[in-house]
């Protein structure tokens, strides 16, 4: 059974870092692309990064490059986000999601195939 678990999320004051974790279970995670994606209320869900597993290969979204940072430790089947200088418009339920059935890389949701429930990030002074 392929299980997501997001951790790392809670209120932060703009300017400031978190670091979000997704620990990956239920399938070989060195050969599929993970992301994470975030969802504010009201707006559509959207990419924010993603990372190939086996060739190390990342995508990150304009509004979050040079700011967030996706990195994977394969021997713990984790993959983590950190996120600096963090922005009120950066709240969000954040999610993780992984790529299992195909070799798509990239920050399309409807290639990813299992998603964990979210983790709440608030950026707010």
């Known amino acids: 059974q392929v299980q997501l678990v997001e951790s790392g999320g809670g209120l932060v004051q703009p300017g400031g870092s978190l670091r979000l974790s997704c620990v990956v279970s239920g399938f070989n995670f060195d050969y599929y692309a993970v992301g994470w994606f975030r969802q504010a209320p009201g707006k559509e869900r959207e990419g924010v990064a993603c990372i190939s597993i086996l060739e190390d290969t990342t995508y990150y979204a304009d509004s979050v490059k040079g700011r967030f940072t996706i990195s994977r430790d394969n021997a713990k089947d984790t993959v983590y986000l950190q996120m600096n200088s963090l922005k009120p418009e950066d709240s969000a339920v954040y999610y993780c999601?992984?790529?299992?059935?195909?070799?798509?890389?990239?920050?399309?949701?409807?290639?990813?195939?299992?998603w964990g429930q979210g983790t709440q990030v608030t950026v707010s002074s």
């Open positions: 999601a992984a790529v299992v059935y195909n070799d798509y890389v990239g920050l399309s949701e409807t290639h990813y195939d299992y």
